[in-house]
């Protein structure tokens, strides 16, 4: 008897864990216009993980224990879309895994026939001169563990957005924020970077220089427009989760996938998400 059950046991060994690891990263917010001066640089999309270094500062996050033949809600949040010389600019959207939401980024400071300040988000807008009297605005606050604070603007001068890993106009010029490292797909990238203004630099990892949009599938925030140019969009988020070689997704109508159960690590895959709405289970 002892014989048989060994050799069940053997037969039926014990199932890996399903643990996965995540990297969650919204749309990024737009840049500010502004007719008369220098407006505020788009916030990066809010940044949180569970592999490696956080955002906004923070460690990085518990993976998460999911369970096979389970169906799991994923939402790539959109980049804002851009300020023109008549409409406002917005903040990103958001994006989701299960219960993993990062906040899309803030929109810079901008002026169009009235004054509107930057706004907070996953990391904050930069600020911008108001156009009336000289006076300027601080900038926007990013969120805990997702991003910073976008830059206070000077005089008739913007201000970058801020990034994942560092605030806005560090150099007092305009740059956005850089973003943060990850190798959650076996290659180190740098994502969720602030955009910039005043022809300063924008953040590493995706963010825009001054008349140009965050990069797609970054999170990086969209670049001031100046000199009279409308502001840009704000980049599109991603979803990247890593999970035990022993499991394939399968993803429903509604999501863009970039790469499906790609092999990284020792007995690891991936799978990178990069537009859309649906659920994925695994099996």
């Known amino acids: 008897m002892a014989g048989v059950i060994g050799g069940l046991i053997a037969a039926f060994p014990t199932p890996v864990p399903l643990t996965v690891n995540y990297l969650v990263i919204a749309g990024g917010g737009a840049g500010g216009t502004n007719g008369n001066s220098q407006p505020g640089g788009g916030g990066a ?23 096979a033949g389970t169906n799991y809600t994923v939402t790539v949040g959109a980049g804002g ?5 008549t409409s406002f600019p917005s903040n ?6 299960h219960t993993i939401t990062s906040l899309g980024g803030g929109y810079g400071g901008t002026v169009v026939n009235s004054w509107r300040p930057p706004t907070s988000g996953g990391s904050g807008g930069g600020g911008g001169p108001s ?15 997702q991003g910073f604070a976008g830059g206070s ?38 994502r969720a970077g602030g955009g910039a203004t005043r022809g300063a630099a924008a953040g590493d990892g995706g963010g825009g220089s001054s008349n140009n949009p965050g990069t797609e ?8 427009g100046v000199n009279t140019t409308d502001g840009r969009n704000g980049g599109s988020g991603v979803i ?3 999970y035990p070689a022993s499991y394939t997704i399968s993803v429903g109508a509604g999501l863009t996938t970039s790469v499906l159960n ?18 994925i289970s695994f099996s």
């Open 262 to 279: 790609q092999s990284v690590g020792t007995n690891e895959r991936y799978t990178t998400f990069t537009a859309g709405t649906g659920t």
């Open 45 to 67: 999309g809010g940044y949180r993980t569970s592999f490696g270094t956080s955002g906004g500062g923070a460690s990085a996050e518990s993976a998460l224990t999911l369970s």
């Open 131 to 145: 156009g009336a009297g000289g006076s300027v605005s601080t900038g926007a606050a990013g969120t805990s563990g």
């Open 217 to 224: 599938n970054t999170g990086g925030g969209g670049g001031a």
């Open 81 to 85: 879309a851009n300020g023109t010389m």
């Open 240 to 242: 990247i989760l890593r």
């Open 92 to 97: 990103g959207a958001n994006s989701t895994f």
């Open 153 to 190: 603007a000077g005089d008739n001068a913007g201000s970058g957005g801020g990034g994942a890993g560092e605030a806005g106009n560090t150099d007092g010029l305009g740059s956005g924020g850089d973003g943060v490292s990850s190798s959650i797909t076996g290659t180190a990238v740098v």
